[in-house]
């Protein structure tokens, strides 16, 4: 799942608008629009506060859990 859908899917299971988000982050709603329509991505910053929001990982949203055989592998030593 990319970013823009998690942002949206997550939104809409704690039933806020778009508004209501924009400004616990500080930011205008056109701006959070844009995140969600993937014609921007958020900075670190806002990524972070958001997985916070949230309660769920920075991987979880950002998609990058669900895919297969992305990063490195796990270490014996650990």
């Known amino acids: 799942m990319e970013l823009k859908d998690s942002l949206r899917q997550l ?3 704690h039933h806020w608008k ?3 988000l924009a400004r616990i982050l500080g930011i205008k709603r ?3 629009t844009y995140y969600e329509t993937g014609k921007t991505e958020p ?3 806002r990524l972070l506060l958001l997985s916070k929001i949230y309660n769920v990982s920075l991987d979880t949203l950002v ?3 669900q895919e297969d055989g992305e ?3 796990p270490s014996e030593d650990a």
């Open 11 to 13: 939104r809409e299971q």
């Open 18 to 20: 778009q508004t209501e």
């Open 30 to 32: 056109s701006t959070y």
């Open 43 to 45: 900075p670190l910053s």
């Open 63 to 65: 998609g990058r859990d």
């Open 71 to 73: 990063g490195p592998a």
